[in-house]
Each structure stands twice: as C-alpha cells, then as structure tokens.
C-alpha cells in the first residue's frame, strides 16, 4: 500500500513559559506546534525525526457533526516517551513513525493538530521536532505482471512467403523463449547482496597511479 | 503490535536476502535434490518430509547457526525515512567527529617519503597511537548539551563529555548473571585446591554434548562461564559460525597469492607495528611469522568493507590521478578500508595460542573484527563503542570510588588516561594469556565489550589503596603499569557482586 502525502501548514514552534522569554533565566520545557490542513481528511501515519524532545502528546481538532455548534480539542496522544531517560541521548536524534491504532481517538476528520513537546531535563538547549511529515493510504497499486506487449497481443498476421529454406518450428522456438524468460525471471526475483568474492587489481592500487584526495 | 510484526519481517527478509547469497544455501539445494532419491520421501508431503530429512541429518542445526550468527550482527531494522548514515551512527555531531580525513591526509604525507622500492620502516611513523584517539575522544562535545561553568548536576568530572547511556552497577549485576558468587565459573572454580568434581568435570562433559551438538547459541550461553582451554578453539569457531570449508581455503589461498603479488604502502605500517609490538612481547614473539601473514592478508579482503554498513566509520577513498571527486574512479585504500594503527598486531597474537592453521586462524581474526573489535577504534554512541566503554569505567568509578577518583584527578592523573590504552587493545599485551582468553571467552559470550570497562574499573578498585599513596601521573601509571600476575574472573566478581555500595 503507497503512502501519499498529505498537505499541510505547520507554524513555527511555541514556548510556553511563565514571564517573558527574553529575561527569565531558566529554559522552557514545554514546546507547541500547530498544524492546519487545507482539507479535512483522514491520515495514517505521522513522521518525524526527534531533536531532543522527551514526550510528546498530540491534540487534534476535527470537524464536528452537524448539530454540534464549536468544535473541540480532543487528546489523541499522551505523553508518548521519546527518549527513555531524558538526560541521556538514547532516542534523542531518531527517526519516529505513529500510526493511527497508536491513537485514542478517529483521525478521520482533522481540521487542526497540536503538538506538544515536552524536555524536562535542563541539560539541553534546544529541543524540537524536525522534518515532520502526515501520511494517508493512496491508491492499491495494481501489480504489473505483464508487460503491456505480451497482455495485448498483436492480432494473427499471415506469415510472409519470403524464405524458402526450412523454417524453425514455432512452437518450439516459443517454448524455449517461454523457458528463457522464466529463468529470468528467477534470476531476477532472487537477487542477492553476496559478493563475488575477486579482488581484482590491474594496477589500479599502483603507487603513481593514485593521488591526493 | 503492528510495527513490532513489520519490523519482524523486515529482518526476515533481510536475513534471507543474505543467506541466499552464501554458501549453505545452495548446499541446503543440492542436499534436498539429493534427498528426494531416498524412500522416505513421498510425493504427498515433500515439504515436510524434506524438513524432517534436514532435521535429522543435521543441516537444520546449520542453518540455524546462520541465522543466529545474522542476527547478533543485524543492527536494529531502521525506520524507511532514515538515511543510511542514520543506521551507522545516529548522532549527527559523532558522525561529523570521524576521523578518516586526518588518517588519509597523514597516509598521504608518508606518501611523499617514499619512492625506494624497499621499504625503509625508518621512515614510518605509526599512523595515530592510541593516546590521540584518546585526544579527540576528549574533544567530542554536543552542541545542545548545556556545558556551562557552573557545577550542575550532571557535570562530568571525567574526560568524556558526552552524555551516552551507560548501564548502572544493577544492570549490569543482571546483564552480567552468570558470573555471580553462585555459579560456577572457570577461571576460579578450577584452581587447583578446589576439587574438580564440584564443577569443572561436569562443565567439560557440558561442553562436549554442546559441541556434538553443534548449537551456536547453546554454545554462546554455555562460554559465559569460561571455556576448557581443550575445547575453546572449536566453541569459538561455533560461536563465530566459521567453518573450515574447502572454499574458505581457496579464498585465503587467493588473499596470499595478491600478497606475493602485489604491494601496498599499508604492508609497511603492519611490518612497523608487528615489530614494534608484538614481537617485543614476551609471550608472542614466536608468533611472528603468523602475524605478518594473517594481517597481510586481512588488508587485501574487500569483504570486510561489508561491516562498514554497521561501523560509523567510512572507509578511506583515494581516487586516480587526474580524476578527483568523479566515483567511477575510486578505489577504497587500503582494500579492506581499515587503516591499522599502532597496535593493530595485539588483535591477532592471543588467537595465535588457538589457531595453528593459518587459513582457519585468519577468519576467527576477521570474524572477530567484524563484530567486535572495530567499536575499539572508531567514534559511535553504540553501547559497545569505545566512547560509550570509557564514560562506562569513569561513572563505575566515580559512583563506587569517589574518594579515589576525586584524588587521583586533584593530581592531574584522570584514571581514564592511564586505563584507556588496556580498553582499546581489549586488554591484549597486558594480561597474561590464560587470563585474556577467559576474559575474550565472556565478550564471546555477551556479545558485548562492557566487560572490558568493568575489568578496569575493577583493577583499579584491587589497587586502590596503593593508588591513595601517589602524587602524580608517572607515580599512578607506575603503580598500574604491571597487571600480568591479576587474575580476570575473581576481580570481576568482587567489584559486581561483593562490593558493598
């Protein structure tokens, strides 16, 4: 199953901090990302690569049903550990996938969707999420089996009475080609990442042959 | 759930990518070829009459061994958006901190020297020693971690900077079980006033059912507690899944023969770094000759360049003269992409003691490289890897040691400086042999080199009380700089599970 994009606007990283930013000593710890979408759709899968950040929770704003009046926010993430001891680096650059049965609620129709970040530890100086990126199921790609010559096969031709001297038979020249490509096909499906194991020189390791990088 | 299953079958697959490749898969083909001549094979049930014939003959245990020994070198399945750098190391600011633009540059000045056709080894410096791999480990700093003035909670009071995870004293007291007080252990519990019926005998019986059976995981759980000096060549070889098949032969046969064939500048650092090592040593000096054609060899094998899809090193290009920076004409130099630096040889001397044939003891070497002693000298945040190693031995001593740590570092000796040089060489040159063996046998068994910082931390716990006495480095050092009468195993145990915290 392909995955396809989803489009989105993702605003800049918030601090939330008591007082203002600029002269209160200590760092924030709480981080907030607003995404909007475009278009209300449903999506699987959301990526990013972590920078430090330790627990992330995830609200989502949906669109309401009719007879409701104001939409609300609904936690569909809580506290997600990212990095298992915040002090330490485990966890701290990786690459993270959430997929929607992680989830506590439908994301079927998202409007809006919060991200908050949380980094108790005040060792490090920044923290945030990078290359975020929301993901939905796109169409099932047929498989292609046949090349498109051999699924529309030319309509019978009358063969040409040019040559006189003895033809090969045709069913068997077409067994034989139908035993080629099988095989392949099996080479083909069988690819491996052995080596084949030659070391081969031919002067190439020669001293005044080589230079500086 | 669901990420847990397709992680699974992603290393399925990717296990059976990789053995398609080898050897045992097309054996596995023609043994099941030949199989279907035999009587009991019916037609009806083919596929489970040909399952049970492998089981029986043995080849099940086989390809067993092979997907264990995939497994324990398999890094972690990555995630699809993560580039291939990211599965090598993940912290962006160690794989910036790597070091091949140094080593080559270096490689590349020596370069200049030569032109005679004999090697003139005078002209040979070593290429780094392991005191400036200790410098830039020194200097490998986060740019997001807070490294202010003022004292806080988690200033580092030792060399390492970083902030890696290491285990605490409890996790290592369980990842370390099998060397506790209650379980016997070769290496102690076979002294000669201890009689050999309360253990040893039975380990010994033990280990040859494990080596009829031919189980490299049974065989790795059974070394955790030492191996009988008889039986450790052939558990080794289980363990590491080398076996010594007539292909394996011609292969080294092939490295050799480019040995007496070609030359690299590379032969000149080994000849440098055998004799200024290991034959000046004591107990390997008769193995000389062995040295010289295992290392040889082991840089003209392209096949080692495979590891560096889990090393954070890459290996070192140089390109054809005239065509800089275009790919189709790089060679990696040396072949195998390992550039050897002073001490290089000791890897190799302790597997001398085991191996007599030279073609058997090159790929226990390469396969021990592979796994394990490559963490030793390049720069990643892997548990195993040396950075990780060195804050390991410094938080043990420091939480167990405080009096000693705070004193020693108020004489400008950090005890990493003086321990460093037995972690990088995994001990080699420092212990007596017999020793060394039974501390390789754990590694063997745990997969991992933390047991490495445990020894040394340990080693320092058994000589702290003369450590309190000294005044400077040279005094420490001096203290420090004979361990070949220690005993490993009974160290280990006092420091893990007899020292009162």
Same mark, same amino acid.
């Given at each position: ?82 990095m298992p001891n915040p002090h330490n680096e485990e966890g701290a ?121 | @759930?669901?990420?847990? %299953?397709? $992680? !699974? #079958? =992603? ?6 990518? /990789?053995?398609?490749?080898?050897? &045992? ?66 912290l ?21 020297? @030569?032109?005679?056709? %004999?090697? $003139? !080894? #005078? =002209? ?6 392991? /005191?400036?791999?200790?410098?830039? &480990? ?24 970083v902030p890696l995870k290491v285990k605490y004293?409890?996790e ?77 032969? &011609? ?130 945040s892997h548990p195993?890897g040396?950075v990780s190693?060195?804050l390991l031995?410094?938080t ?106």
């Amino acid at each position: 199953m392909s995955r396809v994009p989803v489009p989105c606007h993702i605003k800049g990283a918030v601090a939330l901090q008591v007082g203002d930013v600029r002269t209160v000593q200590g760092r924030p710890g709480v981080l907030v990302i607003d995404v909007t979408f475009p278009t209300a759709g449903p999506f699987e899968e959301i990526t990013f690569k972590n920078y430090y950040t330790a627990f992330l929770s995830i609200r989502v704003r949906q669109v309401g049903s009719p007879n409701q009046s104001s939409t609300k926010w609904i936690t569909c993430l809580r506290d997600y550990c990212l990095m298992p001891n915040p002090h330490n680096e485990e966890g701290a650059q990786d690459y993270v996938s959430l997929y929607k049965h992680q989830m506590l609620c439908d994301m079927d129709k998202v409007l809006e969707l919060r991200l908050i970040l949380r980094q108790p530890s005040p060792l490090w100086l920044n923290f945030t999420l990078e290359e975020l990126q929301f993901f939905q199921h796109g169409p099932q790609s047929s498989s292609s089996a046949f090349t498109k010559w051999l699924s529309h096969p030319a309509p019978y031709e009358q063969p040409a009475l040019l040559l006189q001297q003895a033809l090969p038979d045709p069913d068997k020249v077409s067994s034989e080609v139908q035993q080629m490509w099988m095989l392949t096909e099996m080479i083909r499906a069988s690819r491996t990442t052995a080596r084949i194991g030659r070391f081969d020189v031919d002067g190439c390791y020669d001293l005044n042959l080589l230079s500086y990088t | @759930m669901l990420q847990e %299953e397709e $992680d !699974l #079958s =992603l290393t399925i697959a990717h296990i059976v990518q /990789k053995l398609k490749g080898s050897r &045992l898969y097309s054996q596995l083909e023609r043994q099941a070829w030949v199989s279907l001549q035999k009587p009991e094979i019916k037609l009806e049930s083919l596929k489970e009459d040909i399952k049970e014939f492998f089981k029986i003959s043995g080849w099940e245990k086989k390809l067993q061994n092979a997907v264990y020994s995939e497994l324990t070198v398999f890094p972690l399945p990555r995630h699809p958006a993560a580039p291939p750098e990211h599965l090598k190391e993940p912290l962006v600011y160690m794989r910036k901190a790597q070091r091949p633009v140094v080593e080559q540059k270096e490689l590349l000045n020596k370069w200049n020297e @030569m032109g005679t056709d %004999e090697p $003139d !080894l #005078s =002209l040979f410096r070593p290429v780094y020693a392991p /005191k400036d791999f200790l410098e830039v &480990l020194i200097n490998l700093r986060n740019p997001n971690y807070e490294n202010g003035d003022h004292l806080n909670l988690k200033t580092h009071l030792g060399l390492i900077q970083v902030p890696l995870k290491v285990k605490y004293i409890s996790e290592l007291k369980e990842f370390f079980i099998e060397l506790s007080l209650n379980t016997g252990q070769l290496g102690i519990d076979d002294a000669t006033q201890v009689p050999p019926e309360l253990f040893e005998n039975e380990h010994v019986r033990l280990g040859q059912k494990v080596l009829a059976e031919q189980d490299s995981a049974a065989a790795q759980q059974y070394i955790r507690q030492g191996s009988p000096t008889a039986l450790r060549a052939e558990l080794w070889a289980l363990i590491l899944n080398v076996s010594n098949q007539p292909e394996d032969l &011609l292969y080294y046969e092939q490295l050799k023969s480019n040995v007496i064939q070609h030359d690299l500048l590379v032969d000149s650092l080994i000849y440098k770094d055998v004799k200024l090592t290991a034959s000046n040593d004591d107990y390997y000096f008769v193995f000389e000759d062995y040295l010289y054609q295992v290392l040889l060899c082991f840089s003209r094998d392209t096949s080692v360049l495979g590891h560096f899809a889990y090393n954070s090193a890459s290996p070192p290009k140089s390109y054809i003269r005239g065509k800089l920076g275009m790919e189709d004409y790089a060679v990696f130099y040396p072949p195998n992409g390992v550039i050897p630096f002073h001490g290089f040889s000791m890897y190799v001397a302790p597997l001398c003691f085991l191996y007599h044939e030279p073609s058997k003891l090159y790929q226990i070497f390469r396969e021990m490289y592979v796994r394990f002693f490559f963490r030793l000298h390049s720069i990643s945040s892997h548990p195993s890897g040396i950075v990780s190693l060195c804050l390991l031995f410094e938080t043990l001593l420091q939480t167990h040691l405080p009096q000693l740590f705070y004193h020693l570092r108020e004489i400008g000796a950090q005890p990493l400086r003086i321990s460093f040089k037995w972690m990088v060489r995994a001990f080699s040159g420092y212990l007596a042999t017999d020793q060394l063996l039974l501390l390789w046998d754990r590694i063997l068994g745990y997969n991992s080199l933390e047991i490495l910082a445990v020894l040394a931390a340990a080693v320092f716990a058994f000589r702290a009380v003369n450590l309190m006495e000294v005044t400077s480095l040279a005094a420490a050092e001096a203290v420090l700089a004979d361990l070949s009468t220690l005993k490993v195993m009974p160290l280990l145990q006092i420091f893990l599970f007899a020292t009162i915290t």
